[in-house]
């Protein structure tokens, strides 16, 4: 399985870009990239998926390089409600099991 | 997106009692699920991967007579936590995905379990 590293924390203020870069250099051909975003005392909850390029959707974009050794989660313009912490995780699908890293705890103040 | 609940939230049980936690997909059949166990402030540790109809696979470290994991159908996988201890205290999530997706996997709400 691919391993996954990231910053362990990010501070920003509401309205701002943040951008999240998640490292994984031994990413498989078949792997795919997801992150994920977990409140406290919840479950984690997709924020959105990618292979290579650009993946955007309501809520992020996703910016994967040709060589797809890291990713980087874009969420436009945060606010308090964002504070959670962010995990990449990097597998295929079907029954292959999804191991958690450190993730990246986002700290949004106003 | 696909829902999965877990039941319950919380719970409280005394030592040396067990607990069963349950995990339903509402609108897919998941053909694996997931069980993890999370501490204060630090991520999701993998406990055990069940597919529907098998033992469940354990990761290293984690007993497969304390943690009873069942998958007997397509919707719904329960773990149970047996002989409790206070060192057991913590909260359990599970996710589910389904053949023919990709790694987006649904997680549940989580159980917050406390052994007093």
């Known amino acids: 399985l691919a391993k996954t590293t990231q910053p362990i924390s990010m501070d920003s203020y509401e309205g701002q870009e943040v951008n999240i870069t998640c490292s994984h250099n031994?990413?498989?051909?078949?792997?795919?990239i997801t992150w994920y975003q977990q409140f406290p005392s919840q479950g984690p909850r997709f924020i959105i998926q990618?292979?290579?390029t650009k993946v955007t959707n309501e809520v992020a974009s996703l910016f994967i390089p040709a060589d797809r050794k890291s990713s980087t989660l874009s969420l436009p313009r945060v606010s308090l409600s964002d504070t959670a912490v962010y995990y990449c995780?990097?597998?295929?699908?079907?029954?292959?099991?999804?191991?958690f890293g450190t993730g990246t705890q986002l700290k949004v103040e106003l | 997106g696909a829902v999965v609940s877990q039941h319950p939230s919380r719970v409280i049980c005394k030592s040396g009692t067990s607990v069963k936690i349950e995990c339903r997909s509402l609108?897919?059949?998941?053909?694996?699920m997931f069980w993890y166990r999370q501490f204060p402030k630090q991520s999701l540790m993998l406990m055990a991967t069940?597919?529907?109809?098998?033992?469940?696979?354990?990761e290293q470290g984690v007993e497969k007579d304390k943690f009873l994991i069942n998958h007997a159908s397509l919707t719904l996988s329960t773990l149970t936590v047996t002989s409790a201890h206070p060192e057991d205290s913590s909260f359990y999530i599970c996710?589910?995905?389904?053949?023919?997706?990709?790694?987006?996997?649904?997680f549940g709400q989580g159980t917050r379990l406390t052994v007093v």
């Open positions: 996710s589910a995905i389904t053949d023919g997706m990709n790694t987006e996997a649904f």
């Open positions: 031994n990413i498989a051909t078949n792997d795919y």
């Open positions: 990618g292979y290579k």
């Open positions: 995780l990097v597998g295929t699908g079907g029954g292959n099991k999804l191991t």
């Open positions: 609108d897919f059949q998941a053909t694996t």
């Open positions: 069940s597919n529907e109809g098998s033992k469940a696979t354990y």
